[in-house]
Structure formats: structure tokens, C-alpha cells
């Protein structure tokens, strides 16, 4: 009896230390699968055109070289493109989350009588939409036109975060506390105020983080809706300093060859060092909204 107990321990300890290395080995790929392209660009980003181009960068770089982020930042528009999307992204991530938590709690009320009609109009949105020429002719209409207005108030309401916010207020927010609120002659304001918002921390993560990416990638709206070159974002700034180094091979014939090499080789690193240059502002704002933003997306996930 004790033998055979003893064996089974055995067999069970070997058949787990051989389940926990296959999940330690299969992390291990997929660690690798992840991280070797955002390695690969920024190893690229830091080696010389030349390496590049004749495709001797596999890992690490190779003849460290700055030439790419000197290409992009000695241009006087990158700045001001950066100075742009830092507004832009500011202001659509403290306008789209504050208009978008406000509906999550009004449709998170149970006795707001109209919570289920809204709510099906709002899934209706998700569906279907006015298109582009009406929604231009719109903005235009209202006076937006060519102004962070365009870019900033026409999605500053998000449906699906709108549902993961009251699903987030209804299931970690005790009704108790809006009752206790009104025992001490609260209102709905109030009770927003000094209850709900302090206790929403991780969904306000989560909405600003949503907001704030979208934003700061946005590209397609400026090109709609802006004309002044000296309001672009930087996506679209970074969008024609590619464009303006792709060679126009109906040219080739009044460019010697120097001078195509050199254009042919500094295209190609811009392509890696705009990647990094657009990429770092968000990969420095999500290591401190991480925390809030796992624990707001769990709890929205596990009880709604």
C-alpha cells in the first residue's frame, strides 16, 4: 500500500515537473517570438544605413550610428508635430474620458428609465455609421474645420468603453453607498464626485489609457480635417518625411548614383527610427497605468 502510494507520488511529480517545463519552454518561445521584432527595430534604428540596406543587422546593431534620429530630429516639423500630438492626446484623453465615464454612470443607474433604449442605440453605433462625406460636410458645417475640434470631439465618446465602465461602476460599487449618499441629502453630482470617481481609479485607467492611444495614433482625422501644415500631428509629420524620401525612380535619370544610394539608404533607416520616435511617449505612460489598467479590465471581465 505505502509502495504503491509512494510510486504514484513519484509518477505525479515527474508527469508535473514535465508539464511545468513544457509551459516554462512554451513562455519561453513565445517571450522570444515577441520581443525579437521590437529588438530587431530598435537595433536597426541604431545601426548605419549601409547594414542595413545590405541586410547584416540580425540582433544587435551593427556600426552604431545615430544618422536616423539626427534625419528626423534636425527636421524643425517633428517638433512641432510632437508638440501638437501631445495636445491633441491631452485633450481627447480629458474630454473622451470624462464624457465617457459620465454615460457609463448614468447608464449603470437602475432607475434611469431610458438606460436600455440608449443602450441599444449606442450598440447601433458600433454597427453602422454616417460615413465619411457626411461626417465631413458636418464638422465643416459646425465650424470645425482645421481646428483640434475635428480631431478631438467627433469620437470623444466611446460605446464599448462606456460598457466596460458601468459594468465596472455596477459590480465593484455597492448600491449601499448611493443610499448613504442620499441618507446625508446627497445628489447624483455628489455622489459621482466624492464616490464613484474615487473609488474608479482602475476603469479611468483604463479609459485614459484606451483614449490616449487611439489619439496619439490617430492619423487618418488630421488628414481630413487639418490644412495648416503647422497644426499636423506628428503621425502625419512622420507620414511626409517618408513620402518625401521614397524615390521617384521617373527622376533616377537627373540623380547620379551617389546621390540615389544615399536616398535609397537614409529611406530605409527613417522607416525604423520614426517607429521608436513614435512609439517611446506610450511606452513611457503605460508602465505607470499598468497597475490600474490590468485590475480594471480583470474585474470588468470577471463580474460583469
Known amino acids: 500500500m505505502k509502495n504503491s502510494l509512494v510510486s504514484n507520488r513519484i509518477r505525479s511529480s515527474r508527469i508535473d515537473r514535465v508539464y511545468q517545463s513544457f509551459i516554462y519552454i512554451f513562455l519561453a518561445v513565445v517571450t522570444v517570438v515577441i520581443l525579437y521584432p521590437l529588438i530587431y527595430v530598435v537595433s536597426c534604428s541604431f545601426s548605419s544605413a549601409e547594414s542595413l540596406v545590405n541586410g547584416q543587422v540580425f540582433f544587435l546593431p551593427v556600426n552604431f550610428s545615430l544618422q536616423g534620429y539626427q534625419a528626423v530630429f534636425h527636421n524643425s516639423q517633428v517638433w512641432t508635430g510632437y508638440l501638437n500630438s501631445i495636445l491633441y492626446t491631452s485633450a481627447g484623453t480629458l474630454i473622451g474620458t470624462g464624457i465617457t465615464l459620465l454615460g457609463a454612470f448614468v447608464l449603470s443607474r437602475p ?38 475640434w475635428a480631431l478631438v470631439l467627433p469620437g470623444a465618446f466611446s460605446v464599448w468603453l462606456a460598457i466596460i465602465g458601468r459594468t465596472f461602476i455596477k459590480s465593484t460599487i455597492p448600491e449601499e453607498l448611493f443610499e448613504a449618499t442620499c441618507l446625508d441629502g446627497g445628489n447624483y453630482f455628489q455622489y459621482l464626485l466624492k464616490v464613484v ?25 488630421a488628414l481630413v480635417y487639418l490644412k495648416d501644415t503647422a497644426k499636423f500631428p506628428l503621425q502625419i509629420v512622420l507620414r511626409n518625411i517618408i513620402i518625401s524620401n521614397i524615390i521617384d525612380y521617373s527622376s533616377i535619370g537627373s540623380l547620379d548614383v551617389k546621390s540615389l544610394m544615399e536616398r535609397q539608404y537614409i529611406s530605409e533607416l527613417l522607416k525604423y527610427s520614426l517607429i521608436i520616435v513614435s512609439s517611446v511617449p506610450m511606452l513611457i505612460l503605460y508602465p505607470f497605468l499598468q497597475k490600474y489598467f490590468i485590475k480594471g479590465v480583470m474585474v470588468g471581465s470577471l463580474k460583469g
Not at 126 to 140: K, S
Open 111 to 148: 432607475e434611469f428609465p431610458l438606460r436600455k433604449f440608449i443602450t441599444v442605440l449606442f450598440m447601433i453605433t458600433m454597427i453602422f455609421n454616417g460615413g465619411l462625406l457626411p461626417t465631413y460636410i458636418l464638422i465643416n458645417n459646425l465650424g470645425m474645420y482645421n481646428t483640434i
Open 197 to 221: 470617481l474615487p473609488l474608479s481609479k482602475p476603469i479611468i485607467a483604463v479609459l485614459a489609457l484606451n483614449f490616449a492611444v487611439g489619439q496619439w495614433n490617430s492619423y487618418f482625422s
